[in-house]
């Protein structure tokens, strides 16, 4: 990783009408796969360069760029020791300021020339310029971001203290704070021209030329720069509504987004030097911190190892798709057609058995692209095209013939399965893979019909399809190489994240989760509170209350899950009786209202054992421990890296808790219960 | 139907580069290059309605990469032309250029169009000469080409034999050095005089060493001696006379020009620069390629009603120079220096990246004229490759009503 060392290379243009300009570039030399990032080294070549031009006195003016399409993207997270000392993490802190802050201390016009992806520490460079050009978006500057808070981190180098100062609290809090926690979104240039972080947009093509010129113009003083009259101070609402919306996103479990917010406010009140003081110690603090460690492994997990596809078979390759067919016209197939036209464009067929199920399938899709249409998100000939002309729906097979996969997602019985699968191996083409969507039903049996049982895979979504990344592919005992490939290119083509599951019952996610149901459910039973133990979980970080959770699988789901668990570990997965009424009494959820429903708590049979929340955690995760210790064991994932990349994309787990196990092993819940930790040593080096 | 006249309104083309991996270009895309200087053409002319134009011609020798796409029609795109506007690209080697803006001088004439962008790009770094070509082995078998005269050094070296032989008179190698010192002076003396500035536009590019700014041809050799010349090796030829101090290099960059009927320029209020009065091309034996700017220039004359005395400016593409002192031999023109012929330097110090060149002699073509508006008449003329010349002949318009 630090093998791709940033260089700042230094340039002078002599310009006729403006004298001599040092152009610095940050480049690794690398393509724009391989962006610019921030070490100690690439901080030594930018005070290598500023010792040029500040020895200079020809020197007129300063601009700082990246190479194309990529400014820089700040410190390399992954090259931090693991074990690095809290004096350290300080002096990283004070290094990234020290060098910055020379670029402040020129005294010649300074331009950050922000041609590509900046963040984080790559967008803290350019604030120590006198002015900032952005490229517009789309094609140029379309990722711009403080991704700090996302991995248990504070912007370290400047980024607290001079966005309020330059653009206000408010474009601080929504660029450091708020996105960062809405699964970790990106800003665009316009955007960031709109804040008042840059003072010129210029379109891609000719973006550095037209920065020079700007650069130029300041120097002979034809450019006139209107900057944003900014006051830096928080008013009480801000930091009240910022520190209400960090409680609804990760709860009181995230320490990072709090110590932000504290920064933020802070530049309003002191220096400069006293804030990247400031900065230096809360960045220190969080580097060594656990959560920083978890939440750096739950990135590398989610954005190189998840990549490389563990699992799939390798120099395999798979089927080529031009066809798909779905069973079943329900909402989780709606959901499907709609990805599988959007991602892959090419002809597909949902079948169902009434007209009725299917106009109402195709009608959801229909009304889902317009509101595509109505977010400037798609063109209306495109969505006229997915939703006219690419999805057919039907009552026969006809067609189903030209199919490369068929998907299906009837109701969660296994004689329909199989006789869904029987029809569909009647019609067609042998190398036609069939999916399923099934969340607990045996693979293997319902394959064990059909001549070829190797064309079956499990392909498992979880809703709202839309939202969650994960699928998780599962093997049946007979499924083939190809179809097991061709699995996990179908979820890549769909931007999802697949991890392969043996089949068992209910697979992974819903097992972990159904763990934990049931350690929620006992201390409920023994006579814990609903309201007491959904405050007791939430508060560790997860991202949202169990009984919330319950309501929006829907109690009869989560009662089946548990049915197909208890028939094969009866003794861990008990059947719930508070549960079981719920779901006789046919009711969404425990509570109406604020309050926990009368009827609910009528039909609950409870104990009268009181409860702290720490006792409430414990029980919880002790069981969860010890669900996943058997998980592993049994071999239903790989490695506790899969489980992690499971929780943390089928059911958003936080990064902060490393998806869970290196939070397990961090509480010593693993050694407690199951006599070692998940990982041995530092976890991202496994 | 009368045909109706063609202008050139305007031109320009970006610095040559040296097609090397430290030239400016090495890790620039060629038609970034012609991006930049359509868009430099555009900002340059507000006055002409960009989303009317007829059609956008480039020609390149190699039409693959970064050329390929049908360039014409992608850098509508690139350059931000309303999609309306088409495009195509043409391959006429080195001459590629010159046939787009022909081409387009002919659809003007003949009422199919009012308004053409018409340019030559050439990145020889990313297309090395004949690195592609498949060429058809019967060219070869059945002795059309010796193979030997795909290589144009060894065709320039030919042209010096074949004269002699041929009872023409003899080019020395001294005549073509001495031809050569005196067109990186000229050259010199024109840069420092700002004969080149409102015909260039700088671009930033990036290269292995960070972003700088092309803002000069790389070529140009303003400390040349006669002595250092004298001192090169043909490596054409044992005891040869073509050197690298008397060619044109290898080079990287792209020319523009904007062509227009005279209705459309009078409704819009513009001076055009040159009227187009017509063109020419002409194939030769190819392994005296070099020769070609001669029956070209004689057939331009001819058809037009010309005769070299009444032209008072030549833009020769000396891709050698002993193409060019063939030439003043031949049309009786003095030597070393004529005051008619590259006042202001030519190929040898701008360098020429193949299909980019034609144009540029236009464009130059057009600040001779402003300079002198007393001149009246012009020519372009350049050799091509496989044995051939074109030649263009212009009316200088400076200080006249349309």
């Not at chain 1, 693979?443 to 709202?464: C, Q, W, Y």
């Not at chain 2, 080149?196 to 803002?215: L, S």
């Not at chain 2, 490596?235 to 227009?260: H, I, Q, W």
């Not at chain 2, 400016?313 to 004529?338: S, T």
Request: glycine share 10%; with cysteine.
């Amino acid at each position: 990783m630090a093998k791709y060392i940033t260089k700042c290379k230094l340039n002078f243009y002599n310009s006729r009408k403006a004298g001599k300009i040092a152009i610095v570039t940050m480049d690794n030399g690398e393509d724009y796969r391989k962006p610019n990032t921030w070490s100690l080294e690439a901080l030594d070549s930018l005070n290598e360069v500023l010792d040029t031009v500040e020895k200079d006195p020809d020197v007129k003016g300063w601009l700082l760029v990246g190479k194309p399409f990529i400014f820089n993207v700040g410190a390399d997270i992954m090259s931090i020791d693991p074990n690095v000392t809290r004096d350290d993490a300080l002096a990283i802190g004070r290094k990234g300021h020290a060098t910055f802050k020379r670029i402040m201390g020129l005294n010649i016009p300074t331009v950050a020339a922000i041609n590509g992806a900046a963040m984080g520490g790559g967008v803290e460079v350019s604030l120590y310029h006198d002015y900032r050009c952005i490229a517009k978006d789309p094609g140029g500057c379309d990722h711009f971001a403080f991704p700090e808070c996302f991995i248990g981190l504070v912007p370290g180098w400047g980024g607290t203290q001079l966005v309020p100062r330059i653009a206000g609290p408010e474009a601080a809090v929504e660029l450091i704070i708020n996105n960062p926690l809405n699964q970790n979104r990106m800003t665009k240039a316009t955007r960031v021209f709109d804040l008042g972080l840059a003072d010129r947009i210029f379109a891609p093509a000719e973006f550095v030329d037209d920065s020079i010129a700007f650069l130029e113009g300041v120097i002979t003083g034809e450019e006139k720069v209107e900057k944003k009259q900014v006051n830096p101070k928080m008013d009480d609402d801000l930091y009240n509504q910022t520190k209400a919306y960090i409680e609804s996103r990760v709860h009181s479990g995230a320490i990072a987004p709090y110590k932000a917010l504290e920064l933020i406010k802070g530049a309003g009140e002191w220096t400069l030097d006293e804030g990247l003081a400031k900065e230096d110690e809360a960045l220190a603090d969080m580097i060594v911190s656990p959560q920083c460690k978890a939440s750096i492994y739950s990135f590398d997990l989610v954005q190189r190892r998840a990549k490389r596809l563990p699992g799939r078979p390798q120099n395999v390759q798979g089927q080529r798709i031009k066809q798909i067919g779905i069973i079943g016209a329900g909402l989780m197939a709606s959901q499907m057609a709609l990805l599988f036209a959007r991602r892959y464009q090419v002809p597909i067929l949902m079948k169902d058995i009434k007209q009725e199920f299917v106009d109402r399938g195709i009608g959801y899709v229909r009304d889902q692209l317009k509101k595509q249409v109505k977010k400037g998100r798609m063109s209306e000939a495109d969505a006229r095209w997915m939703g006219e002309d690419l999805i057919q729906g039907t009552t026969t097979y006809d067609g189903f013939e030209d199919c490369d996969f068929v998907i299906e997602a009837v109701f969660e019985e296994m004689g329909i399965k199989q006789k869904v699968f029987g029809e569909l191996e009647g019609v067609c083409k042998p190398e036609c893979l069939f999916l399923t969507n099934t969340s607990s039903l045996d693979i293997t049996e319902m394959a064990s019909k059909l001549k070829d049982p190797s064309r079956v895979v499990g392909f498992h979504f979880f809703n709202p399809i839309a939202v969650l990344p994960l699928i998780e592919i599962i093997k049946a005992d007979k499924t083939s190489d190809v179809a097991l490939a061709t699995a996990y290119d179908i979820a890549r083509k769909i931007k999802k994240t697949p991890v392969l599951v043996k089949n068992s019952p209910a697979f992974l996610v819903n097992r972990i989760l159904l763990a934990m149901m049931d350690g929620v459910l006992k201390c409920v039973d023994d006579g814990a509170p609903f309201k007491q133990v959904d405050k007791a979980i939430v508060e560790l970080g997860f991202p949202m209350e169990p009984f919330a959770l319950l309501s929006l699988v829907g109690p009869a789901i989560a009662l089946h899950v548990q049915e197909t668990l208890n028939a094969a570990w009866p003794e861990r997965f008990p059947i719930n009786q508070g549960l079981k009424n719920l779901v006789e009494k046919k009711k969404a959820g425990v509570y109406l209202g604020a309050d926990v429903d009368p009827e609910v708590k009528e039909g609950w049979p409870q104990g009268n054992k009181q409860f702290t929340d720490e006792e409430i955690q414990q029980r919880v995760l002790e069981r969860l421990t010890r669900e996943i210790g058997l998980s592993l064991e049994e071999g239903i994932v790989e490695s506790p890296k899969d489980v992690d990349t499971a929780m943390i994309m089928g059911a958003g787990w936080p990064f902060f808790m490393g998806g869970i196990t290196v939070y397990l092993d961090q509480k010593g819940y693993s050694t407690k219960v199951l006599g070692k930790p998940f990982h041995t040593g530092n976890p991202l080096a496994e | 139907m009368d045909l109706r006249d063609a202008y050139f309104i305007d031109g320009l083309r970006s610095w040559y580069g040296r097609a090397k991996p430290n030239g400016f270009y090495w890790t620039t895309r060629a038609d970034d290059i012609v991006t930049k200087i359509m868009k430099e053409l555009m900002r340059r002319n507000p006055e002409v309605p960009w989303d009317d134009v007829d059609d956008n011609i480039w020609g390149a020798t190699t039409q693959s990469g970064d050329q390929g796409t049908t360039m014409g029609r992608t850098t509508v795109f690139t350059a931000g032309l309303p999609d309306r506007v088409p495009g195509f690209s043409v391959d006429r080697m080195c001459a590629g250029g010159m046939t787009a803006q022909s081409i387009a001088g002919a659809w003007i004439k003949t009422n199919a169009a009012d308004i053409v962008i018409a340019g030559g790009v050439e990145h020889m770094g990313h297309h090395p000469m004949g690195a592609e070509a498949d060429p058809n082995p019967r060219i070869v078998t059945e002795k059309m080409v010796e193979p030997k005269y795909f290589n144009m050094g060894v065709t320039a070296e030919k042209l010096h034999d074949w004269m002699v032989e041929n009872g023409y008179p003899e080019v020395t190698r001294e005549e073509s050095d001495v031809y050569s010192y005196h067109v990186q002076k000229r050259y010199a003396k024109a840069l420092a005089e700002g004969y080149y500035d409102d015909q260039t536009v700088n671009m930033a590019v990036f290269t292995p060493d960070g972003w700088k700014v092309a803002d000069r041809d790389e070529q140009a050799r303003p400390e040349t001696t006669l002595e250092g010349l004298a001192k090169l090796k043909s490596p054409f030829k044992a005891a040869g006379k073509v050197t690298a101090g008397n060619s044109s290099g290898l080079n990287d960059g792209a020319t523009v020009a904007l062509m227009m009927s005279g209705e459309k320029a009078k409704e819009l209020g513009l001076k055009p620069k040159m009227r187009l009065i017509g063109y020419a091309f002409e194939g030769v034996d190819p392994s005296i390629m070099g020769w070609g700017p001669i029956p070209a220039t004689d057939k331009v004359l001819k058809r037009y009603g010309f005769k070299i005395d009444d032209i008072d400016f030549i833009e020769l593409n000396e891709a050698f120079a002993v193409q060019a002192v063939a030439f003043m031999k031949y049309f009786g023109l003095k030597y070393p220096e004529d005051p008619r012929l590259n006042p202001y330097g030519g190929t040898i110090a701008i360098g020429h990246p193949l299909a980019t060149s034609g144009v540029r002699l236009s464009v130059q073509l057009a600040k001779d004229f402003e300079l002198h508006p007393e001149a009246r008449y012009g020519l372009c003329t350049m050799c091509v490759g496989l044995g051939m010349g074109g030649a263009t002949l212009w009316e200088n318009m400076v200080g006249k009503d349309l």
